[in-house]
Nanobody, 123 residues
Framework: QVQLVESGGGLVQAGGSLRLSCAAS????????MGWYRQAPGKQRELVAA???????MYADSVKGRFSISRDNAKNTVYLEMNSLKPEDTAVYYC?????????????????WGEGTQVTVSS
């Protein structure tokens, strides 16, 4: 079974940057689609960005132009580069294994989640 471990969260001032990492165990990483989700207190978990096994990407409107998702198959790791952070980006960020539909640029999560990493943006 694949395990996911997120890291890189922390406290940052508005306008700052963070890079999150998600390390996946197992030898099938290069063939799986991955996503980053976030959940703020009192809110539902929402998709932030996703990347297909072939490198296609998609983003939530709220983070377009500020966040960038990438992957390093040699390291079994997916990254989320977050720039121009805002207080409303404060949340626990989770990585996920799912299915990326390149035809509609949509992403559906499977039930594989990491423990999450806290991102707090101060104003």
């Amino acid at each position: 079974q694949v395990q996911l471990v997120e890291s890189g969260g922390g406290l940052v001032q508005a306008g700052g940057s963070l890079r999150l990492s998600c390390a996946a165990s197992g030898s099938i990483f290069s063939s799986i689609d991955m996503g980053w989700y976030r959940q703020a207190p009192g809110k539902q978990r929402e998709l932030v960005a996703a990347i297909s096994s072939g490198g296609s990407t998609m983003y939530a409107d709220s983070v377009k132009g500020r966040f960038s998702i990438s992957r390093d198959n040699a390291k079994n790791t997916v990254y989320l580069e977050m720039n121009s952070l805002k207080p409303e980006d404060t949340a626990v960020y989770y990585c996920n294994i799912g299915r990326y539909d390149t035809a509609i640029r949509g992403y559906s999560p499977h039930d594989y989640w990491g423990e999450g990493t806290q991102v707090t943006v101060s104003s």
